[in-house]
């Protein structure tokens, strides 16, 4: 599959902050057949690179002691050519900075906001690292989703600081979504949860991993340590399923349209 086109505004990388990189690496080594390189410790923080068939497809990053109390989580980046201007149109419209703008030599530059709904999303701005290089195969990143508490605020704020040209691809009380692009060429998507997330659980990005079996995958993650949070089901974007790795990281996984 030819690597990702990564335009401005769109996802181009995917990076886990967990509490156990060994672990996390069994576990999604298994899982999605990655292998993992580690980063020089001084230059780059020991950040660990996963691959698929010699591919970049995703990051990893050991949780500090001062970030003890957040929960592990897989992040979303979306590109950008100018980091700091990113970062400065997010808090003028509504958003918040976590990080300001971190030059990874020779990489690029990184950084995270949480937009005006309270969802933390990452920003990366390509230096020799464009983002990942294979998607929407088994074992890749093949979908990632805003679930929003304020869906129009967060709208808007991905169309003024990111420039989406969004497309509305339902608008009923039940099903609120808006893309990123339409049809096939959709890259992300915003979902309406006002009417499911619980009151202490945030806005906040999901990534959906592809695979060959959703119910296979399934079965095998639990046997290595996960937690099912919504088991295999079909939709119209494939059979899809919601699941905690072994420290708590929830993701998703699909087989089929998606």
Known sequence: MPTPD???????????MTSDTEKAKSFYGALFGWTFETGDQEKYGGYITARKNGKSV???M???AEQAGFPDVWSTYL???DARATVKSAAEHGGQVYMEPMDVPEQGSMAMVGDATGAAVGIWQPGEMKGYEL???AGTAAWH???TKDYATAVKFYQDVFGWDTFVLSDTPEFRYTTLGAGDAAKAGIMDASGYLPAGVPSNW??????EDADAATEKAVSMGATVIQAPEDSPFGRLA?????????FKIVAGNR
């Open 145 to 147: 989703e805003l679930h």
């Open 206 to 211: 999901q990534v959906y991993f592809a695979v």
């Open 62 to 64: 050991q949780k500090q």
């Open 135 to 137: 998607a929407a195969e």
């Open 79 to 81: 590109r950008t050519d």
């Open 58 to 60: 995703a990051g990893m």
């Open 242 to 250: 919601t699941l905690t790795d072994p420290t708590g990281a929830m």
């Open 6 to 16: 990564h335009s401005n505004g769109a996802p181009c990388w995917i990076d886990l």
